[in-house]
């Protein structure tokens, strides 16, 4: 059986998982600290008022009773 020291490519590789690991997790860290301070935003905005346009053409009666 060989010496764990002996195996500095068992430890590279173990250095590297564990590396990959905790970046991983402060990423995710990170992501969920900036969902929690966003601001709710509205899905739909809300308008303050509505407009109704109707169209009137010169053979209606509505305008020849006007004119």
């Known amino acids: 059986m060989s010496d764990w020291t002996s ?3 068992v430890w590279l590789i173990l ?7 905790l970046c991983g997790l402060s990423a995710s860290c990170v992501r969920f ?3 929690r301070k966003r601001l709710p935003v509205e899905t739909f905005p809300r308008h303050p008022c509505d ?7 010169s053979d ?4 020849s009773t006007v004119t």
């Not at 209606?60 to 305008?63: E, F, G, I, K, V």
């Open 33 to 35: 600290c900036c969902r």
């Open 7 to 9: 195996l500095w490519y």
């Open 15 to 21: 250095l590297t998982l564990f590396l990959l690991l």
């Open 60 to 63: 209606s009666t509505a305008h």
């Open 51 to 57: 407009l109704a346009g109707i169209g009137i053409d």
